[in-house]
């Protein structure tokens, strides 16, 4: 047990010193104004993608996903304003806005990459229109999930509805049931953390790798929100401040904060493996570490 604990503070330590060396609070403000600058194209792209494919009620869907894990004090101004933003109509989906709306959305998801790939102490290999490509391929795969999800939306509650008058003795688990949405976002918002931990920096990684961190980003997100809510409510006047920024300022350290404990959540996955290999090989350098790799490579090749 008290093993356990050492490795545990040592891989802590690790982490924390390792983010501070590698800039980790300016790579925060970076994805924090990149997710910020994100959100709004994004979603325009979304809906006008969804509408084309038949799921006109993604921008209700993806409003709701995307805010309801945020304290109301902080989500209710954004989302005010993307909802007014969203119930402009647009022209159709191959127009000039709409394309660029993609690509902006796609710099949000290149700054979680950039970012992820410091934690996880990782060099790019890959070309630049590589990952730029696989950054738009994940702002597709979004819009898709969530068109489903939308889709889900409606057709949820009319088929718990007639499952009540048909089996009123499941009206107590269906019920609960009903109130999916919030397991929704959850769910969405685990798979995301899973698939952008594995594929979005460069290297591989297994799932066991990347669970501790995620798991951690959750817990810290739950807590950090609301500490933040608290202290929004209680001491802060950004008002005085900012003025008619002042919505946007408590955003944007909303998202800094949230930004922080994401990147840390990779730098404690990125520790984890590190101690994993030490313990593995004794402790050894990495040169000898790499040397014992490629002999254990060669004597299962021959």
Known sequence: MISKIKVLYRVTVDAV???????????????????????????????????????NRFSETAVHLIFDTWPAAIAEPISKQVTEVLTEQRGGLLTISVLAAAYFSSNGVEALRVSLNRAYRVSE??????????????ILL???????????????????????????WLSGPLTAVSNWRIYTTLVVLLLGLICVHLWL???????VDVIPGILLTMLFWAGGGLLFALYLSTFANYTATYAGLASVMVVLIFLNIVSVIFIIG???????MKFEVLSKYGGRGYKERAALKAEQASDSSG
């Open 142 to 168: 979004a819009v898709v999930v969530l068109a489903i999800a939308s889709t889900l939306l409606v057709a949820v509650p009319i088929a718990l509805q007639f499952a009540e008058t048909q089996f009123p």
């Open 17 to 55: 010193f390792h983010f501070i060396d590698d800039d980790g609070f300016a790579m925060a403000s970076h994805v924090a104004l990149s997710t910020l600058l994100a959100v709004f194209p994004f979603l325009i792209f979304g809906t006008t993608l969804a509408s084309f494919l038949g799921a």
């Open 125 to 138: 290999n890959r070309h630049w229109y590589t990952t730029r490509l696989l950054s738009l391929g994940y």
């Open 266 to 272: 990779a730098e404690f996955n990125a520790a984890m």
């Open 201 to 207: 920096p460069a290297g591989r990684r297994k799932i």
